[in-house]
Nanobody, 111 residues
Framework: QVRLVESGGGLVQPGGSLRLSCAASGTILRPAMGWYRQAPGKEREFLVDITSGYKTNYADSVKGRFTISRDKNTVYLQMNNLKPEDTAVYLC????????WGQGTQVTVSS
């Protein structure tokens, strides 16, 4: 079975930084990978993805603050200048023609 495991979430002050990671394992073939987030009462929001060829696509809401990188089937999300509105569960996905999701990691931005 395909498994995606996120880590790196936590509590951070406004203006601070966090680095999330997501490792995909199992039978998954050259996936695109990336991140969504979901806050209580809000729709799941696309943040960024990166293809197996390392092409990236960023949502306007995070462009200039968040950076995705990858090493094969592990992706990272460097988040800088965090704001309270960034508070959400951050979810990693992989897509090899079928979409797979991680369990999510909580990011809380608060003073």
């Amino acid at each position: 079975q395909v498994r995606l495991v996120e880590s790196g979430g936590g509590l951070v002050q406004p203006g601070g930084s966090l680095r999330l990671s997501c490792a995909a394992s199992g039978t998954i073939l050259r996936p695109a990978m990336g991140w969504y987030r979901q806050a209580p009462g809000k729709e799941r929001e696309f943040l960024v993805d990166i293809t197996s060829g390392y092409k990236t696509n960023y949502a306007d809401s995070v462009k200039g603050r968040f950076t995705i990188s990858r090493d094969k089937n592990t992706v990272y999300l460097q988040m800088n200048n965090l704001k309270p509105e960034d508070t959400a569960v951050y979810l990693c996905f992989g897509n090899d023609g079928r979409v797979y999701w991680g369990q999510g990691t909580q990011v809380t931005v608060s003073s």
